[in-house]
T-cell receptor
Framework: GAVVSQHPSRVICKSGTSVKIECRSL??????MFWYRQFPKQSLMLMAT?????????EQGVEKDKFLINHASLTLSTLTVTSAHPEDSSFYIC??????????FGPGTRLTVT | QKEVEQNSGPLSVPEGAIASLNCTYS??????FFWYRQYSGKSPELIMS????GDKEDGRFTAQLNKASQYVSLLIRDSQPSDSATYLC????????????FGKGMKLTVNP
């Protein structure tokens, strides 16, 4: 149990375009999902907390208009990177909570902006 | 003081040895403690959770929690080359949030 999927696993896009990443909890309902970003050889950085049916809560320094999060159902959250630039190239990982605090991570999406 | 601290390592042990990974946290009110394993280029994988003082064993892994000392550790017995990864300690954030605070991770290498 506690399987989280992400799609796509890899994406290459041109500068200025938008990219949508999907995060799904496959065998459980997750009221809360989280979005992280990880640069090479660095630790996880929490970007936002996503709750079903309400607006996402963004961490300090994360632009909500650039990283649009939609938590449409108890099993699906999406992150859209708008007007992507090369500095947005990173490993984006979502997680979902099964029980309080226990987070299960998706496999991640590697974004490259050219 | 950082909220969750881990020695950055790296830690190198021979195959078959015990690997010991340590973590300290600053919030005395923390209740949930986790160890994640992250292979290079992959996402973190939950390997242990612990909520009360003492030891919790799962196969070759043992998590130890000492709330009085604000210390949580992970022991890996009979280390295998496949255990080579970065290990992340995580603690629930303050104020009842569902967020986790992660340490920076400790890179473990198990040499054949």
């Amino acid at each position: 149990g506690a399987v989280v999927s992400q799609h796509p696993s890899r994406v290459i896009c041109k500068s200025g375009t938008s990219v949508k990443i999907e995060c799904r909890s496959l065998d459980f309902q997750a009221t809360t999902m989280f979005w992280y970003r990880q640069f090479p050889k660095q630790s996880l950085m929490l970007m936002a907390t996503s709750n079903e049916g309400s607006k996402a809560t963004y961490e300090q320094g994360v632009e909500k208009d650039k990283f649009l999060i939609n938590h449409a159902s108890l099993t699906l959250s999406t992150l859209t990177v708008t007007s992507a630039h090369p500095e947005d190239s990173s490993f984006y990982i979502c997680s979902a909570t099964l029980t309080v605090h226990e987070q299960y991570f998706g496999p991640g999406t590697r974004l490259t902006v050219t | 003081q950082k909220e969750v601290e881990q020695n950055s390592g790296p830690l190198s042990v021979p195959e078959g040895a015990i690997a010991s990974l340590n973590c300290t946290y600053s919030d005395r009110g923390s209740q949930s403690f986790f160890w994640y394993r992250q292979y290079s280029g992959k996402s973190p994988e939950l390997i242990m959770s612990i909520y009360s003082n003492g030891d919790k064993e799962d196969g070759r892994f043992t998590a130890q929690l000492n709330k009085a000392s604000q210390y949580v550790s992970l022991l890996i017995r009979d280390s295998q080359p496949s255990d080579s990864a970065t290990y992340l300690c995580a603690v629930n954030a303050k104020g009842g949030s569902e967020k986790l605070v992660f340490g920076k991770g400790m890179k473990l290498t198990v040499n054949p």
